[in-house]
């Protein structure tokens, strides 16, 4: 029995390159996590140890080592696996068997990954939840969409995991569950293969423990250039971003901020408020437009065929969507567009923006995922974002804050990011219960 | 026997919904052109008999009425039908059956079409074609990607199809069997469940033989408002725009073109001639990279675990794509955003544009299924487009003339189009031999 569950991806994969670690021993740590933990923290939809072996073996067998050899990923269920049933979340789909992996899993199983099963998503990505828990606290939830891989990440069942956010889907369990998330600029990770939510706004994210590990699968994905790690002392320049949704925050995300930046200014960091023109505000409004429009629209077959089996909450998404006028949405897209184009004025004279990643902790129950606002507005904008496990709330759980780049600034983003979380350290220590 | 299929769509759903005419007689004259005429077209991938019949019978037994009640549509086969094998083109889908519908298909059905079946493809909407002929000249291509969704129309098997393009593969088609396409904006038809080929190119269109039939299916796809009709004499304003691809035009597009510019001034509109500014002729350039670059990613299933089954052309594009870096991608994506950022001085004083189609007539062999330039660069700017077959070349095949509007003013361009086809009338009479 090794502890390789508790490494990094780019650990496991310097290591089984080396030949001094074998990818069953990698699978079977993650494996003996997850019988220990499965029962509590209900991570996976699908988790088959003879089939997460099996790719062991055979990895275990091949000659060349790709950059994630051995390296298991977990895949939110909504994301297509030829060799697993793909079940999103809904009874529609129980059983269900793609022929075809999806863009995202097939690059990976190039590169050497193992795919370690399926975890639990909200019903097609939206707000009706599984029966994931969070691992900090089995009586909260892990957030959603993208419960089950934040929380096995977090859990240290899996290093890396796929998530999709349409909305917040990604980075608010990312920053319930104290973990790194990463949310691309729209469009550069390939969504196919992936049950579409909302075309426009659709983004594959990456979860994972450390920057480390998203860039490196982010490179394998997108051929990307790796990188450019900064070392302490390279000036940058941080805009801190309170954004429209300041006043609902709780005290401890808006202390948590407030910490982040005072923290970074005494490292040598310059640090500036930057305010969002008013007319950002408009996105609240607009994301539920565009979203209800196209889910309408990706969902019609569930619709028509299987309105039934829809919870009531995706129904009354749904209804309201068919209804929505063409002119309405698109008048929609024209107002984020307007957003998009002042991005420019926003970000001038700074690098990336500092902002608050989630509401607050991660609400009790597990029948509610989470406000959504705090990151709906990026995923908008469609800029790139990473959040960091900085900070801790009053109840002792995981408060990330949230650095964005310009469009397709990507990697600055994520180099800024690595030396961000250096500077202010991880927040409440990552240890399940 | 009744002559059911020359009509057109707006005519069947009239007929259907006033009960003047059944679904069962419409299908069976779609199905008697289909058996004298489709053994020389080679539309269809898949048109079973049994179930076009029991589709038509049930929606004769259905009390409402939808938009399109008992129209059939033929579906392009890289679209997923829950009730038929998706093959896209490629021996790697040979006898492919999805469990659900497309958007595109599961709306059309909720309004009362009928799924005549599935069209030919190239080669995931590739270029490698299928077999289908010109229904004008069995010895010439059809076109492609979207082969048999055209020629079906253009043979009166069934009046509206649905086609795909990321490149040319609606305009080009169309243009070459004398139809009607119409490229929808960017974004406002949702391709779910279409097999992505490039995800920022990838636009569903329709095909049919007036304006009149892909404005009908557009609403119904996009909860639009109807179409206000122009009427003669209504004011306006046309922008002769050459493009940047004029000098290889064949002389037959470049006189339609001229003609058409001659006849619409002659009949009262205005006419001046617009230049695209010099820098869009990089679009020849940047959608190679943006088409490869995202290709590698939707079909990296395909590349990965089927590469002996994919055609010599489809596997050196790939190669070309999986290299490309990422730094380049963005590059080019930056470049069309640079051109789209220019669209409002290019529409400065003029409602449309009106420009080539497609290079020539139709290419003589099967093989090669047309210039993708000419319809491309409007492709990457996003903008609606609509071919109108007005003209005829000098082997008496059709050319087409193509209207294009700023985004999303797609029912502009649509009331236009149809006034500028009512002024110039169709070219060469379709009357398939």
């Not at 250039?225 to 300041?246: E, F």
């Not at 202390?255 to 923290?263: K, P, S």
């Not at 995922?369 to 009053?394: E, K, M, N």
Request: charge should be neutral; aromatic fraction near 6%.
């Amino acid at each position: 029995m090794t502890t390789a569950n508790l490494m990094s991806a780019c650990e496991v994969a310097a290591q089984t390159a080396a030949g001094r670690l074998s990818c069953e021993d990698v699978a079977r740590a993650c494996l003996d996590r997850f019988n220990a933990r499965e029962p509590v923290v209900k991570a996976w939809v699908t988790a088959d140890p003879d089939l997460i072996m099996a790719q062991a073996r055979a990895l275990d067998g091949r000659k060349q080592r790709g950059p994630l050899h051995g390296v298991p990923v977990g895949i939110k269920d909504i994301i297509l696996t030829s060799d697993m049933p793909t079940q999103m979340g809904s009874p529609i789909y129980r059983g269900y068997r793609s022929k075809a992996d999806a863009s995202c899993v097939a690059l990976l199983r190039a590169a050497g990954a193992l795919i370690f099963g399926k975890t639990v998503t909200c019903e097609f990505a939206h707000v009706a939840p599984g029966e994931t828990t969070n691992p900090h606290d089995k009586s909260r939830t892990p957030g959603g969409s993208s419960s089950g891989s934040a929380a096995a990440v977090a859990d240290f069942m899996v290093p890396v995991a796929f998530g999709t956010q349409t909305a917040g889907s990604v980075q608010r369990p990312s920053s319930f569950c104290g973990i790194v998330g990463y949310k691309p600029t729209f469009g550069l990770i390939s969504t196919e293969g992936v049950k579409p939510a909302a075309e426009s706004l659709d983004t594959i994210g990456l979860m994972a423990r450390t920057v480390e590990d998203v860039e490196l699968t982010a490179r394998v994905l997108t051929n990307s250039a790796p990188v450019q790690w900064l070392s302490q002392g390279t000036p940058v320049r941080i805009g801190l971003c309170r954004t429209y949704v300041w006043d609902s925050a709780d005290d401890a995300t808006r202390q948590a901020l407030d910490d982040a930046a005072r923290r970074l200014a005494k490292a040598g960091f310059s640090v500036k408020e930057v305010a969002l023109p008013p007319f950002f505000s408009e996105l609240a409004e607009t994301r539920e437009i565009i979203n209800d429009f196209e889910r309408a629209r990706c969902s019609a077959y569930e619709w028509f065929a299987h309105r039934e089996q829809l919870s009531e909450r995706f129904t009354k998404m749904m209804s309201n969507g068919v209804a929505i006028p063409r002119d309405r949405y698109v008048e929609a897209l024209q107002r984020v567009e307007v957003c998009r184009d002042a991005l420019g004025e926003v970000f001038s004279g700074v690098d990336v923006l500092l902002a608050p990643t989630a509401k607050g902790e991660a609400p009790a129950g597990l029948d509610y995922t989470g406000d959504h606002r705090f990151q709906s507005l990026w995923t908008q904008l469609r800029t790139p974002t990473v959040t960091l496990p900085t900070h801790a709330g009053p109840n002792g759980m995981p408060i990330g804050v949230q650095l964005i780049g310009k469009p397709y600034a990507d990697n600055q983003v994520l180099g800024i990011a690595r030396l961000v979380f250096e500077t202010l350290g991880r927040g409440p220590v990552v240890k399940a219960a």
